[in-house]
């Protein structure tokens, strides 16, 4: 029997998707299996790692219905996942707890600590600060969702777990060792460990880095590009997922990364914004790039280590779910013409432009006139104002291209009325493929066609899914001068009520 499918998994942080992706890349069968998350105390975030190996069971037994022949037609297995998640396991890759996952922000008390100093220059010691960018091109981030932080955190708090630990994996990473039995992690996932040196020829884990986190250098796993194999699936891997033992599992990517070539947007200096739980401005570029101010730079992709911009915002999509969770009534109202209220989207705390996991969400100027519409449309503003906030730092960017034009992938790229307002508030044409929530799938397959002699490489894969772009938000110049003005109220609701956040979280925090 022909092998003539991949089977590409993108691991989010509510549900795994696993797509059935054929020679020309196009996603041929698709099912995704959701999963919770749990928040045990303030600024917690975990994930039980077998719930994700149970959402891809579910979700191969369901494309086995599908396509009843996939265990002979597959091809490869590549995997892309949510990032900065750490999970101990023990020798047998057993879970020693739960994950924590990006949105765990129990560490930032410990990243503050770490990475403090005199002179400070945003809220780092400006020594250990200047090192961190030499060797890595940034730094830890003060919020505490980096991996090394809460690696500490798990040192210091759960001893007994930290030394059984065999080693501490990202989410790809424990998917990995399960389906191979090898421990192998990429260099965008090591990247963002801030450990890792990134300097041309010097490529690998550092030493220094590892020693000023107090951590061990054996319980981080091998940086391996993203095209090669770790392993087959192994007998046990393959008869609990139904498929044949042996078959090629590759390294993938981060959902970051994948998001990219999964946009077709791969030329250097090419954007595009991902829009999902949370959401990010992404491209490649022809060298480093950072903004130490504002929080962002370009990290190491996993294909010979071009470099990748990310400037992420904690809470896009997340707001808007939010909302319809809280109203009683999803029933849409009609617009008054009223204004709406200025929301904030800080529901997570935020990381661009502003690293600080003490901000928080809010409605500013609430009436009693203002209904259901009026919020739905101040969350939808918010997250647009929020993402403008990012996107003017990062659009001027040396070698940035098409700042006209920015392709929105994920979820959140199926609200015509988000993209409108982004299109809007950004004053660029807001480009939507027929399929974004595949973005991640697509990625991650376009890395197993390269590894598998499909294509060329990763790149020539990327560039079929240009074509898929159909549907543009242009521009309306009435709502971009409204938007102009919003933006400058939300700078200033910034300036005033971020030092109240921050009082409020502390004193939280004493409690």
């Not at 959401?279 to 071009?306: D, M």
Request: charged share 20%; hydrophobic share 45%; glycine share 10%.
């Amino acid at each position: 029997m022909k092998q003539d499918i991949i089977i590409a998994v993108d691991v989010g942080t509510s549900s795994l998707k696993v797509g059935l992706v054929g020679p020309d890349l196009d996603v041929l069968h698709s099912a995704d299996h959701a999963y919770p998350v749990s928040y045990p105390a303030a600024g917690f975030a975990e994930q039980d790692p077998l719930d994700w190996w149970l959402a891809l069971r579910l979700a191969l037994a369901k494309l086995s219905d599908s396509c009843p022949d996939l265990r002979g037609r597959a091809a490869g297995m590549v995997f892309a996942s949510q990032m900065c998640g750490v999970v101990a396991v023990d020798r047998e890759g057993q879970p020693l707890r739960p994950c924590m996952i990006w949105l765990d922000k129990r560490a930032a008390p410990i990243a503050r600590e770490v990475m403090d100093g005199f002179p400070k220059v945003f809220g780092y010691g400006l020594l250990k600060l200047l090192s961190s960018i030499r060797l890595t091109n940034g730094a830890p981030s003060l919020n505490g969702m980096d991996p090394p932080a809460k690696m500490l955190w798990l040192k210091r708090h759960e001893p007994k777990v930290y030394e059984r630990a065999w080693k501490l994996l990202d989410v790809k990473d424990w998917l990995l060792l399960r389906a191979t039995g090898h421990a192998a992690t990429t260099a965008d996932l090591a990247n963002v460990t801030w450990m890792m040196d990134t300097r041309k020829g010097r490529e690998g884990w550092s030493d220094t880095l590892v020693a000023r986190f107090g951590l061990r250098r054996d319980l981080l796993p091998d940086i391996v590009e993203g095209t090669a194999s770790p392993g087959g699936l192994t007998a046990a891997a393959a008869a609990e997922l139904g498929l044949s033992a042996g078959l090629p599992v590759y390294a993938g990517a981060g959902d970051v990364c994948a998001a990219a070539i999964g946009s077709g947007a791969v030329e250097d200096g090419e954007l595009h914004i991902s829009l999902g739980t949370s959401s990010w401005i992404s491209g490649f570029y022809p060298g480093r790039r950072l903004s130490a101010s504002e929080g962002y730079a370009t990290i190491l992709s996993p294909f010979a280590n071009r470099p990748l911009l990310i400037a992420t915002q904690e809470s896009a999509c997340s707001c808007i779910d939010w909302l319809d969770q809280v109203m009683d009534d999803e029933a849409d109202e009609t617009p008054t013409g009223l204004t709406p209220p200025l929301f904030l989207p800080w529901l997570a705390g935020e990381r661009v432009p502003v690293d600080d996991n003490r901000l928080r969400g809010g409605f500013l100027g609430l009436s009693l006139q203002h209904g259901r519409a009026s919020l739905r449309q101040a969350v939808i503003e918010g997250v647009a104002l929020n993402t403008r906030w990012a996107w003017q730092s990062v659009a001027k960017q040396k070698g940035t291209k098409h700042a006209h034009l920015l392709r929105a992938v994920g979820g959140g790229a199926l609200n015509a009325r988000l993209c409108q307002a982004l299109a809007d508030c950004l004053g660029v044409d807001i480009a939507v493929s027929r399929d974004p929530r595949n973005a991640g799938v697509r990625g991650a397959a376009a890395i197993a066609a390269a590894a598998l002699g499909w294509r060329a490489s990763v790149w020539e894969a990327a560039k079929s899914f240009e074509r898929s772009s159909e549907t543009v938000y242009r521009p309306d110049r009435t709502r971009q001068a409204y938007y102009d003005g919003r933006f400058r109220l939300f700078l200033d609701a910034y300036k005033r009520n971020a030092p109240w956040f921050r009082t409020a979280f502390e004193a939280s925090s004493d409690d």
